[in-house]
């Protein structure tokens, strides 16, 4: 590897400010993830350093979560993965888009039920009342 002319992050916290996340969550993609830092000794707990164009490499490979502002509620999660990540991805991110769009018809159809069930309940009360009188 020639890193004389690339950008190199020299800790965990160098690392974390540049990608934006925390020091944990770094080694956990580490860890869980293969996340690409390098360590001085070759030992598992050492110091780390980071090459930032494999950084960014790596993060332009892997699935991303964004919040979806168009949910009613802001809180809906969309999947967005890069295309390069092959077909077992991309099935992944079509089962999730069906799912997303299942689950806001589902929600869509409970309001509604709400709905007609608070109107039988108020036609049930009035029909009883005309009826006791």
Known sequence: MNISNKTILNSWKEIAEYV????RTLQRWERDHGFPVHRPSGKQRSAVFAVASEVDRWLKTRPLLVQDGSATNGSATVVVIPEQ?????????LSTHDLVTKTQRLLISTGQL???LRHAIELGSKYKKTRAS
């Open 20 to 23: 934006g996340r925390g020091i």
């Open 85 to 93: 990540l092959g077909p077992r991805w991309q099935r992944v991110r």
């Open 114 to 116: 709400q709905a007609e």
